[in-house]
């Protein structure tokens, strides 16, 4: 028993070690052998052991000679971004992102997947199992080099329990969907609210990179906001901040448990489109709404223009609500907004100056529907470089 332990801890100390200076190698690339023996504190011998071992694996390469202090020129080493890969997954309304990263969070390939409607929790996992497979056999990318697999998901996500407790488009309440994640895709899952996500991808690598707080809004089936204080993405108490999409904003007719909010209900994408129909417009619910509105109101249509302002009017409510209490240096609009033309953009504008003490930036989204992907990705990198320390 005692042998036995002292196996184990070998074995664990070992991987410690190479973690160690896989972690020093993702932080500063080209190193020498010396150098991470001094960084990482161990002994050169084990270092050269531990490199020599994952230059076999493809870990690690050897990329030319640094300067010499004296002796012979070392030998530099980096991490190889290509030994693993990373997922990352995004669902909204009856729509499924999916991309294979490297280490260094450069999309690889990526594929879009429509969801069969209606749209239940059973076919949304169904759909995740399918297009990962599809993915992986399109990039040439092997299962067993996926560390893990960053989800995206609309609703209240509690992440550190991986539990779904309030998602109306999906009708998840309450329940482990990290685990059944996990069980059915055989992979460490990362799971977080959808425009969480996009707002991390926006911060790290799109509209939002060198800010400090920003808030994301996104408009899509429902409606939502990402915020970031002091370069972390804030969750609230019970992971439930940026849900805006439950204000008190348009008309609100009674709402039951699991329903979407009363702002979503008038002013998400599915709110706009019912709000066309009831006034008799012809609108295409396969294309933008808000560019379709546009054009039928250049067109000559008060009806599209009279909706096109009651829909600038509720947007521009929301983000006053919304930076009034935060102010952010910057607000990003996203989804269904991102298709808003310079009158748009305007208007809203306008009504703001009206409303709140001070403006924030306002920009368009950068990254699109990249955005999710980018922050889901980076968010399986930044659990296994944590893990790793």
């Not at 531990?50 to 640094?66: A, D, N």
């Not at 729509?95 to 749209?119: F, N, S």
């Not at 169904?126 to 040439?140: C, D, H, I, M, P």
């Not at 096109?308 to 910057?330: C, F, K, Q, R």
Request: aromatic share 4%; proline share 3%.
């Amino acid at each position: 028993m005692i042998g036995r332990g002292k196996t184990g801890n070998a074995k664990f100390v070992k991987q410690m070690n190479r973690e160690g200076i896989l972690h020093q190698l993702r932080q500063e690339p080209r190193l020498s052998r010396a150098e991470l023996a001094v960084k990482t504190k161990l002994s050169r011998p084990c270092v050269s052991a531990l490199v020599e071992e994952m230059i076999h694996e493809g870990l690690i390469r050897e990329v030319g000679t640094g300067e010499s202090r004296g002796g012979r020129r070392p030998i530099l080493l980096e991490y190889n971004v290509q030994a693993y890969a990373v997922v990352g997954a995004v669902f909204e309304g009856s729509e499924l992102e999916m991309a294979v990263a490297d280490m260094k969070g450069e999309l690889i390939a990526q594929m879009h997947t429509r969801l069969k409607q209606p749209v239940d929790g059973e076919s949304a996992l169904q759909a995740l199992e399918e297009t990962l497979e599809r993915l992986l056999v399109a990039s040439g990318t092997d299962r067993g080099r996926v560390i893990g697999i960053g989800v995206g998901l609309p609703g209240i996500t509690q992440r550190r329990s991986g539990t779904v407790s309030h998602a109306p488009s999906t009708g998840w309440m309450d329940l482990p969907v990290g685990r059944e994640i996990e069980e059915r895709l055989q992979l460490p899952v990362v799971l977080d609210n959808d425009v969480n996500m996009m707002t991390q991808g926006e911060f790290f690598g799109g509209a939002g990179s060198g800010v400090s707080s920003l808030v994301y809004m996104y408009v899509g089936t429902g409606i939502g906001a990402g915020i970031i204080l002091d370069k972390q993405l804030y969750r609230g108490s019970k992971e439930a901040s940026g849900e805006i999409g439950y204000m008190r904003i348009g008309d609100s007719p009674g709402r039951r448990k699991g329903e979407f909010g009363v702002f979503e209900k008038n002013f998400s994408v599915n709110g706009i489109h019912g709000k066309a129909k009831a006034l008799g417009l012809e609108v295409d619910p396969e294309t933008s709404i808000l560019r379709q509105l546009i054009r039928l109101s250049e067109e000559g249509s008060s009806q599209a223009e009279g909706l096109l302002n009651d829909v600038y009017h509720g947007w521009a409510s929301g983000i006053a609500n919304t930076v009034s209490v935060l102010d952010p240096e910057m607000l990003v609009l996203s989804g269904e907004m991102v298709h808003l033309n310079e009158a748009g953009l305007n208007r809203i504008r306008e009504l703001l100056l009206d409303w709140v003490p001070v403006m924030p930036e306002i920009r368009l989204a950068a990254l699109r529907e990249r955005a999710g992907l980018m922050g889901a990705v980076h968010s399986v990198l930044e659990a296994h470089s944590y893990a790793s320390r």
